[in-house]
């Protein structure tokens, strides 16, 4: 199957960060060749893009994969199968499973359609993502930006440790042009949002 014919939907979990995530995440496979399906029904790969903060999220996205419609490419993505991936694999199906690694998404959810591949990839990234990667927005209003990635994006492993955007990254001219044609797009909300603002800067040596 060419991944232009290839429809994908995407659910996602948890917090306003977590929605930027998977916006950027829907942006990169439109780019690649995906086409966003209307429901899941219509679609060949599900996405989950989940959260583990709460047990009862964490119940819930377990359910939800338990009880996704047959016959599609299931991909668990973000801090829950880092978090507890022994649960899921005992719990639920799965095609392939990607923690908080931007380029390793893109590449799990290809290898998962085309290769027929089983794709686990849960080392945390090396590299902070780029900041003008694509995106699909879920509310035309509201552009949310994430500045801050942990390596593990959940609450009980505090101490893992941040990293952080430096402000020259943040206040660059490219950024501010995307903030313009966001505007004139009709935004009139923008979030600027982390797993922990008011730890920003802690991991770098000056700001």
Known sequence: MHPCTSRF???NYGC????ADTEVMAGCLAHAGFQLAENEAQADLLIYNTCAVKGPTENRVLNDVKTSPTGKKVIVAGCLPKISYERLCREAH????VGPAWGKRH????????AGEKVIALDSPKEMPALSL??????????RCTHKLRVFRQLRLLLCGFRTWKIKKLQNQRNHERIQADYEAGAREFWLTSQ??????????RI
Not at 134 to 143: D, F, G, L, Y
């Open 9 to 11: 939907s995407s659910k």
């Open 16 to 19: 306003s960060s977590n929605t």
């Open 94 to 97: 799965f095609d392939g499973v």
């Open 134 to 143: 694509p995106r699909q927005t879920s509310n035309p209003a509201v552009k």
């Open 107 to 114: 590449r799990c959810c290809r290898d998962t359609s085309f």
């Open 196 to 205: 922990d603002t008011a730890s920003y800067g802690r991991d770098l040596q």
